[in-house]
């Protein structure tokens, strides 16, 4: 029958978990969930903070005028293990735009960010950036 089958492969088995083992086993799981959401909730704050670090620095030093917090670290919901920051600025010298996204890297070596130089973004960037982005 079909789960003799399955069990033969591995991928069932044919002794039934205890409520006791079960309810272990949700417990666990449970708390595993709790700490993966502290986790992005600490890195989430971290990257909010990184941010106006950058924009600090990039209003400072590299002469931009508008520096815009967009993406998915604006979300908790979706900001994961793997999101960056993604910034927009305006004013900053084309000469000076490497540096400066150098500079604002070396703020959190741990955290991807992206810079991209407001005049130069296409039109539906621009729109959701003005939409949807946080000015720092």
């Known amino acids: ?21 079960m309810e272990s086993y949700l417990r666990g799981a449970r708390a595993r969930q709790a700490r ?25 030093d590299f002469g931009a005028t508008r520096v815009v ?30 540096r400066a996204w150098g500079a604002i890297e070396q703020l959190a070596p741990d955290l991807e960010i992206n810079l991209v130089a407001i005049e130069t973004v296409k039109n539906s960037l621009l729109k959701h950036i003005n939409e949807q982005g946080l000015d720092l």
């Open 1 to 21: 029958n079909w789960r003799e089958t399955l069990a033969h492969a591995g991928m069932i088995t044919m002794h039934p978990i205890t409520p006791e083992q």
């Open 69 to 98: 917090l967009y993406g998915s670290t604006l979300d908790p919901e979706r900001f994961g293990p793997r999101s960056d920051i993604d910034l927009a600025a305006l004013g900053i010298p084309p000469a000076a735009y490497w």
């Open 36 to 60: 993966a959401r502290q986790a992005a909730a600490a890195r989430r704050a971290r990257a909010l903070e990184v941010a106006r670090a950058a924009a600090r620095l990039l209003k400072a």
